[in-house]
Protein backbone atom coordinates (compact mmCIF):
# COMPACT_ATOMS: atom_id res chain seq x y z
CA UNK A 1 0.00 0.00 0.00
CA UNK A 2 1.53 3.41 -1.36
CA UNK A 3 1.63 6.20 1.88
CA UNK A 4 -0.99 8.86 1.12
CA UNK A 5 0.06 12.49 0.75
CA UNK A 6 -0.56 14.86 3.25
CA UNK A 7 -3.04 17.63 2.99
CA UNK A 8 -0.48 19.96 2.52
CA UNK A 9 0.83 17.49 -0.47
CA UNK A 10 -2.32 16.48 -1.57
CA UNK A 11 -3.33 20.75 -2.36
CA UNK A 12 0.46 21.95 -2.82
CA UNK A 13 0.56 25.62 -3.60
CA UNK A 14 2.97 26.60 -6.77
CA UNK A 15 3.42 30.30 -6.75
CA UNK A 16 0.12 31.52 -6.42
CA UNK A 17 -1.73 28.60 -7.68
CA UNK A 18 -3.02 25.82 -5.97
CA UNK A 19 -2.89 22.07 -7.41
CA UNK A 20 -4.89 19.10 -6.35
CA UNK A 21 -2.40 16.37 -6.49
CA UNK A 22 -4.22 13.27 -6.13
CA UNK A 23 -5.54 14.08 -9.84
CA UNK A 24 -2.98 13.71 -12.31
CA UNK A 25 -1.45 16.39 -13.88
CA UNK A 26 0.61 16.94 -17.32
CA UNK A 27 3.80 19.16 -17.30
CA UNK A 28 4.36 20.12 -20.78
CA UNK A 29 7.84 20.66 -22.29
CA UNK A 30 9.43 23.84 -23.62
CA UNK A 31 13.36 23.94 -24.44
CA UNK A 32 14.60 26.98 -25.24
CA UNK A 33 17.91 25.68 -26.12
CA UNK A 34 19.14 25.07 -29.14
CA UNK A 35 20.84 21.69 -28.46
CA UNK A 36 18.03 19.24 -26.60
CA UNK A 37 17.73 15.86 -27.58
CA UNK A 38 14.00 15.92 -28.72
CA UNK A 39 13.56 19.67 -30.20
CA UNK A 40 16.96 21.73 -29.76
CA UNK A 41 16.69 24.54 -31.84
CA UNK A 42 13.07 24.52 -32.67
CA UNK A 43 12.28 27.90 -31.07
CA UNK A 44 15.95 29.23 -32.23
CA UNK A 45 16.08 31.52 -35.37
CA UNK A 46 19.67 32.34 -36.21
CA UNK A 47 20.94 31.03 -32.53
CA UNK A 48 18.81 33.84 -30.93
CA UNK A 49 15.02 32.88 -28.97
CA UNK A 50 11.98 33.61 -30.91
CA UNK A 51 9.35 34.29 -27.41
CA UNK A 52 6.77 34.52 -30.11
CA UNK A 53 7.52 30.75 -31.58
CA UNK A 54 7.78 30.02 -27.88
CA UNK A 55 4.04 31.39 -26.56
CA UNK A 56 2.37 29.67 -29.61
CA UNK A 57 3.70 26.63 -28.48
CA UNK A 58 2.89 27.61 -24.63
CA UNK A 59 -0.84 28.64 -25.33
CA UNK A 60 -1.03 25.24 -27.65
CA UNK A 61 0.47 23.23 -24.44
CA UNK A 62 -2.81 25.02 -21.89
CA UNK A 63 -5.18 24.49 -24.89
CA UNK A 64 -4.32 20.93 -24.70
CA UNK A 65 -4.97 20.37 -20.73
CA UNK A 66 -1.14 21.07 -19.38
CA UNK A 67 -1.08 22.08 -15.53
CA UNK A 68 2.88 23.22 -15.75
CA UNK A 69 5.28 24.36 -18.58
CA UNK A 70 8.10 23.45 -17.76
CA UNK A 71 11.31 26.32 -19.40
CA UNK A 72 14.20 25.02 -19.74
CA UNK A 73 17.28 26.90 -21.08
CA UNK A 74 20.61 24.40 -20.64
CA UNK A 75 20.41 21.38 -22.14
CA UNK A 76 20.57 18.28 -19.77
CA UNK A 77 20.98 15.42 -23.03
CA UNK A 78 23.77 12.77 -22.56
CA UNK A 79 27.56 14.64 -23.64
CA UNK A 80 25.61 18.10 -23.46
CA UNK A 81 27.84 20.95 -22.21
CA UNK A 82 27.29 23.96 -19.43
CA UNK A 83 26.10 27.30 -20.60
CA UNK A 84 26.89 30.57 -19.39
CA UNK A 85 24.38 32.30 -16.05
CA UNK A 86 23.68 35.19 -18.64
CA UNK A 87 22.73 32.87 -21.54
CA UNK A 88 20.23 30.66 -19.55
CA UNK A 89 18.68 33.52 -18.07
CA UNK A 90 18.38 35.39 -21.17
CA UNK A 91 16.97 32.37 -22.57
CA UNK A 92 14.09 31.69 -20.04
CA UNK A 93 13.15 34.91 -17.73
CA UNK A 94 11.58 36.38 -20.95
CA UNK A 95 9.40 33.29 -21.66
CA UNK A 96 8.61 32.77 -17.76
CA UNK A 97 7.37 36.58 -18.15
CA UNK A 98 5.47 36.40 -21.23
CA UNK A 99 3.48 32.85 -19.70
CA UNK A 100 3.02 34.06 -16.59
CA UNK A 101 1.48 37.64 -18.18
CA UNK A 102 -1.24 35.81 -20.15
CA UNK A 103 -1.82 32.15 -19.52
CA UNK A 104 -3.32 30.57 -16.37
CA UNK A 105 -1.01 27.84 -15.74
CA UNK A 106 1.83 26.93 -13.47
CA UNK A 107 5.29 27.87 -14.76
CA UNK A 108 8.43 24.87 -13.94
CA UNK A 109 11.80 26.40 -14.39
CA UNK A 110 14.20 23.62 -15.46
CA UNK A 111 17.44 24.72 -13.71
CA UNK A 112 20.71 24.03 -11.69
CA UNK A 113 21.41 27.50 -11.61
CA UNK A 114 21.19 29.49 -7.87
CA UNK A 115 20.89 33.02 -10.23
CA UNK A 116 18.34 31.52 -12.37
CA UNK A 117 16.05 30.12 -9.70
CA UNK A 118 16.18 33.68 -7.86
CA UNK A 119 15.41 35.34 -11.38
CA UNK A 120 12.70 32.52 -11.90
CA UNK A 121 11.13 33.38 -8.62
CA UNK A 122 10.51 36.74 -8.98
CA UNK A 123 9.34 35.95 -12.65
CA UNK A 124 6.56 34.62 -11.22
CA UNK A 125 8.05 30.24 -11.67
CA UNK A 126 5.92 28.16 -9.44
CA UNK A 127 8.38 25.33 -9.38
CA UNK A 128 11.82 24.72 -9.33
CA UNK A 129 12.76 21.37 -11.35
CA UNK A 130 16.09 20.66 -10.83
CA UNK A 131 18.05 17.68 -12.36
CA UNK A 132 21.15 17.98 -9.85
CA UNK A 133 18.70 17.93 -6.80
CA UNK A 134 19.94 21.33 -5.98
CA UNK A 135 23.45 20.13 -5.92
CA UNK A 136 25.61 23.04 -7.61
CA UNK A 137 27.11 25.19 -5.18
CA UNK A 138 24.20 27.54 -3.56
CA UNK A 139 21.41 26.01 -5.14
CA UNK A 140 20.21 24.79 -1.87
CA UNK A 141 20.25 28.28 -0.52
CA UNK A 142 19.01 29.93 -3.54
CA UNK A 143 16.33 27.63 -3.47
CA UNK A 144 15.03 27.92 -0.10
CA UNK A 145 14.86 31.61 -0.48
CA UNK A 146 12.22 31.52 -3.20
CA UNK A 147 10.04 29.40 -0.82
CA UNK A 148 8.67 27.68 -4.26
CA UNK A 149 8.52 24.15 -4.36
CA UNK A 150 11.73 21.97 -5.64
CA UNK A 151 11.78 18.80 -7.50
CA UNK A 152 14.46 16.68 -6.92
CA UNK A 153 15.91 14.38 -9.46
CA UNK A 154 18.05 11.76 -9.22
CA UNK A 155 20.99 11.54 -11.55
CA UNK A 156 23.92 9.15 -11.78
CA UNK A 157 27.30 11.49 -13.38
CA UNK A 158 26.38 14.87 -15.19
CA UNK A 159 24.98 15.15 -18.75
CA UNK A 160 28.66 15.07 -20.13
CA UNK A 161 29.15 11.63 -19.06
CA UNK A 162 26.07 10.10 -17.37
CA UNK A 163 25.78 7.10 -19.91
CA UNK A 164 29.29 6.76 -20.02
CA UNK A 165 28.69 2.96 -17.59
CA UNK A 166 26.31 3.55 -15.28
CA UNK A 167 26.44 1.23 -12.26
CA UNK A 168 24.28 0.41 -9.16
CA UNK A 169 24.07 -2.18 -6.58
CA UNK A 170 20.29 -1.74 -6.88
CA UNK A 171 18.64 1.17 -9.14
CA UNK A 172 15.65 0.95 -6.86
CA UNK A 173 17.40 1.05 -3.61
CA UNK A 174 20.31 3.05 -4.37
CA UNK A 175 17.66 5.94 -5.84
CA UNK A 176 15.35 5.80 -2.93
CA UNK A 177 18.63 6.14 -0.49
CA UNK A 178 20.20 8.88 -2.69
CA UNK A 179 16.29 10.61 -2.49
CA UNK A 180 16.66 10.50 1.51
CA UNK A 181 19.90 12.34 2.17
CA UNK A 182 18.54 15.03 -0.64
CA UNK A 183 15.46 15.29 1.09
CA UNK A 184 17.91 15.68 4.89
CA UNK A 185 20.08 18.19 2.97
CA UNK A 186 17.14 20.18 2.10
CA UNK A 187 15.09 20.09 5.59
CA UNK A 188 18.59 21.34 6.61
CA UNK A 189 18.63 24.20 4.60
CA UNK A 190 14.70 25.11 5.25
CA UNK A 191 12.75 23.93 2.52
CA UNK A 192 10.03 21.62 4.07
CA UNK A 193 9.05 18.12 3.03
CA UNK A 194 5.66 19.72 2.44
CA UNK A 195 7.57 21.78 -0.63
CA UNK A 196 9.06 18.61 -2.00
CA UNK A 197 8.60 16.65 -5.44
CA UNK A 198 10.92 13.84 -6.47
CA UNK A 199 11.88 12.66 -10.11
CA UNK A 200 13.53 9.07 -10.41
CA UNK A 201 15.29 10.91 -13.11
CA UNK A 202 14.69 7.89 -16.03
CA UNK A 203 17.30 8.27 -18.63
CA UNK A 204 20.01 10.57 -16.22
CA UNK A 205 22.40 7.56 -15.85
CA UNK A 206 20.60 4.51 -15.99
CA UNK A 207 20.93 1.59 -18.65
CA UNK A 208 17.63 0.36 -20.13
CA UNK A 209 17.00 -2.51 -17.47
CA UNK A 210 17.64 0.50 -14.98
CA UNK A 211 14.56 2.69 -16.08
CA UNK A 212 12.74 -1.01 -16.60
CA UNK A 213 13.09 -1.72 -13.04
CA UNK A 214 12.62 2.08 -11.73
CA UNK A 215 9.48 2.21 -13.10
CA UNK A 216 7.78 -1.21 -12.60
CA UNK A 217 9.13 -0.73 -8.76
CA UNK A 218 7.83 2.71 -8.58
CA UNK A 219 6.05 2.01 -5.92
CA UNK A 220 9.07 1.94 -3.71
CA UNK A 221 9.18 5.34 -4.32
CA UNK A 222 5.67 6.65 -3.83
CA UNK A 223 5.90 4.51 -0.29
CA UNK A 224 8.38 7.86 0.77
CA UNK A 225 4.89 9.76 0.27
CA UNK A 226 5.87 12.57 -1.37
CA UNK A 227 4.66 13.58 -5.15
CA UNK A 228 6.53 12.03 -7.89
CA UNK A 229 7.11 13.93 -11.13
CA UNK A 230 8.10 11.36 -14.08
CA UNK A 231 9.61 12.48 -17.32
CA UNK A 232 9.88 9.42 -19.97
CA UNK A 233 8.50 11.49 -23.05
CA UNK A 234 10.70 10.34 -26.49
CA UNK A 235 13.39 9.00 -24.20
CA UNK A 236 16.05 6.26 -25.49
CA UNK A 237 14.07 3.79 -22.82
CA UNK A 238 11.03 3.36 -25.33
CA UNK A 239 13.52 3.45 -28.41
CA UNK A 240 15.55 1.04 -27.28
CA UNK A 241 12.17 -0.86 -27.08
CA UNK A 242 10.22 -0.13 -29.53
CA UNK A 243 13.40 0.40 -32.33
CA UNK A 244 11.44 3.50 -32.86
CA UNK A 245 13.38 7.12 -33.74
CA UNK A 246 13.01 10.31 -31.36
CA UNK A 247 9.59 11.55 -33.78
CA UNK A 248 8.04 7.87 -33.64
CA UNK A 249 7.79 7.14 -29.88
CA UNK A 250 4.35 8.80 -28.80
CA UNK A 251 2.23 5.19 -28.59
CA UNK A 252 5.46 4.20 -26.27
CA UNK A 253 5.16 7.14 -24.11
CA UNK A 254 1.39 7.01 -23.55
CA UNK A 255 2.37 3.65 -22.13
CA UNK A 256 5.13 4.38 -19.51
CA UNK A 257 3.10 7.40 -18.82
CA UNK A 258 0.18 5.35 -17.97
CA UNK A 259 1.86 2.71 -15.87
CA UNK A 260 3.63 5.30 -14.18
CA UNK A 261 0.51 6.77 -12.79
CA UNK A 262 -1.17 3.92 -11.71
CA UNK A 263 1.70 3.10 -9.78
CA UNK A 264 1.16 6.17 -7.81
CA UNK A 265 3.12 9.25 -10.28
CA UNK A 266 1.16 12.49 -10.65
CA UNK A 267 3.10 14.70 -12.54
CA UNK A 268 3.67 13.62 -15.95
CA UNK A 269 6.56 15.50 -18.02
CA UNK A 270 5.85 15.11 -21.97
CA UNK A 271 6.05 16.90 -24.90
CA UNK A 272 2.97 15.00 -26.73
CA UNK A 273 0.59 17.02 -23.97
CA UNK A 274 -2.87 16.62 -25.77
CA UNK A 275 -2.86 12.53 -26.60
CA UNK A 276 -1.06 12.78 -22.50
CA UNK A 277 -4.22 14.12 -21.04
CA UNK A 278 -6.28 12.11 -22.75
CA UNK A 279 -4.28 8.57 -21.63
CA UNK A 280 -3.88 9.93 -18.14
CA UNK A 281 -7.95 11.30 -17.54
CA UNK A 282 -8.99 7.82 -19.28
CA UNK A 283 -6.17 5.76 -16.70
CA UNK A 284 -7.96 8.28 -13.39
CA UNK A 285 -11.48 7.27 -14.65
CA UNK A 286 -11.11 4.14 -14.40
CA UNK A 287 -8.63 3.99 -11.10
CA UNK A 288 -11.82 6.31 -9.86
CA UNK A 289 -14.76 3.82 -10.75
CA UNK A 290 -14.33 2.16 -7.16
Not at 141 to 162: E, F, R, S
Amino acid sequence: MCRVLTKRQAKMLFGDQRLNLTEPHVMGVINVTPDSFSDGGSLFASQSLCLDAAMERARAMVAEGASFLDIGGESTRPGADRVSVQQELDRVIPVIEAIRASLNVVVSVDTSTPEVMIAAGKAGAGLINDVRALGREGALQAAAGTQLPVCLMHMQGDPKTMQDNPVYDSVVEDVSLYFDERIKQCNHMGIPTERILIDPGFGFGKTLVHNLQLLNHLNLLINKGLPVLVGMSRKSMIGDVLNKPVDKRLHGGLAVSVMAYERGARIVRAHDVAPTVDALRMAHAVMMSD
